[in-house]
T-cell receptor, first 112, second 108 residues
Framework: NAGVTQTPKFQVLKTGQSMTLQCAQDMNHNSMYWYRQDPGMGLRLIYYSASEGTTDKGEVPNGYNVSRLNKREFSLRLESAAPSQTSVYFC???????????FGDGTRLSIL | QKEVEQNSGPLSVPEGAIASLNCTYSDRGSQSFFWYRQYSGKSPELIMFIYSNGDKEDGRFTAQLNKASQYVSLLIRDSQPSDSATYLCAVRDDKIIFGKGTRLHILP
């Protein structure tokens, strides 16, 4: 039982490149989330998917797109990476949006 | 702007003592409250969640919620060096908002 799996774990991009971060969960959870965590800023919600087929913006959605591919998978895409998007990205899932979330190990993304 | 406030710390507590972590939130409509622990370089892991006013205990951890005063706290009894971490408070009404966390240091 892997829980929430994120790939890749580390990535370095150049400004303007595109990239998709992958997230999959095996807990049959309905809701999935993408966060970024920056020093001194805490966890900030980028996008979430309350259930399969729906996605909604969080606190900091600009520069990102998401796809809820199926119940298990929720991907985050950077179309044109910017240095301000250098961060640690966490994916999480929960049974419902009012339920505790389970986090993946994170993706450390650097944009030069 | 909905906010969740935590003292950034560090909060230093002697081993074996009670650590008290506090969190205040701005939205009176908030319904769900969570405490996560995050070790340096690791992902957050759930410690406690609470939905109703009052206390909820789980082992050495107690979550306390006071909706009228808009605060939620986490007590850690018999603090151990392994409790040294950053503790994140999260509050949900329509969306979940995390506080910036309190760094806790347990002194051996």
């Amino acid at each position: 039982n892997a829980g929430v799996t994120q790939t890749p774990k580390f990535q370095v991009l150049k400004t303007g490149q595109s990239m998709t971060l992958q997230c999959a969960q095996d807990m049959n959870h309905n809701s999935m989330y993408w966060y970024r965590q920056d020093p001194g800023m805490g966890l900030r919600l980028i996008y979430y998917s309350a259930s399969e087929g729906t996605t909604d913006k969080g606190e900091v959605p600009n520069g990102y797109n998401v796809s809820r591919l199926n119940k298990r998978e929720f991907s985050l895409r950077l179309e044109s990476a910017a240095p301000s998007q250098t961060s640690v990205y966490f994916c999480a899932s929960s049974d419902g949006t009012d339920q505790p979330q389970h986090f993946g190990d994170g993706t450390r993304l650097s944009i030069l | 702007q909905k906010e969740v406030e935590q003292n950034s710390g560090p909060l230093s507590v002697p081993e074996g003592a009670i650590a008290s972590l506090n969190c205040t939130y701005s939205d009176r409509g908030s319904q769900s409250f969570f405490w996560y622990r995050q070790y340096s370089g690791k992902s957050p892991e759930l410690i406690m969640f609470i939905y109703s006013n009052g206390d909820k205990e789980d082992g050495r951890f107690t979550a306390q919620l006071n909706k009228a005063s808009q605060y939620v706290s986490l007590l850690i009894r018999d603090s151990q060096p392994s409790d040294s971490a950053t503790y994140l408070c999260a509050v949900r009404d329509d969306k979940i908002i995390f506080g910036k966390g309190t760094r806790l240091h347990i002194l051996p």
